[in-house]
């Protein structure tokens, strides 16, 4: 399996969990981004605007969202990306999607294998109870997540860290 066929699916179901996360939203966008840029899918979108620092977002991300929600009479944008991975979540992949989401700040941030993660990640955040390698930004974790294939969805309970739940 190549990592570009699970974008397709992983897009549909982070726009699904969008749609059932911000209910009231305006707009949802969600697209593979893996041969663009955080800062052109935006662009494309006409939602730099909202977040002008993305103006400078020069990085690939695999799947970037955009949500469009009305908030005391005005527009504001909240993103989300994940990270897509054929392989374990190792500690490398799992870097450099911490990476992407302290630059990005999203409201949701995803790192997705088929093949769930590594024993070391698995070590680190579980038995040596590191959950804070999972924070990005104050309040916010990236979720790193196993993704079923059969359903074309993350089910409860397969994600790394405990006390993390996805719709």
């Known amino acids: 399996m190549l990592e570009q066929e699970l974008y397709r699916p992983i897009a549909n179901w982070l726009k699904g969990f969008l749609n059932r996360y911000y209910r009231n939203a305006r707009e949802i966008i969600v697209e593979d981004t893996s041969r663009s840029t955080v ?15 993305s103006r400078i977002f020069d990085i690939k991300v695999d799947i970037s969202g955009a949500i469009l929600l009305p908030l005391r009479h005005q527009l504001v944008l909240k993103l989300a990306i994940a990270e897509v991975k054929v392989g374990a979540v190792n500690l ?5 999607a911490l990476g ?3 630059v990005v700040h999203p409201s949701h941030a995803f790192i997705i294998s088929p093949k769930g993660w590594s024993s070391s990640l698995h070590q680190l955040v579980r038995d040596f109870n590191r959950i804070d390698v ?5 309040g916010q974790h990236i979720i790193v997540a196993k993704w079923n294939l059969s359903s074309a969805s993350i089910r409860p309970g397969d994600v790394l860290a405990y006390g993390q739940a996805v719709v």
Do not use: G, V
């Open 92 to 96: 490398r992949s799992f870097s450099q």
């Open 100 to 102: 992407y989401a302290k």
């Open 134 to 138: 999972l924070e990005y930004a104050r």
């Open 39 to 53: 800062a052109a899918f935006l662009a494309k979108h006409d939602l730099l605007r909202w977040k002008p620092e």
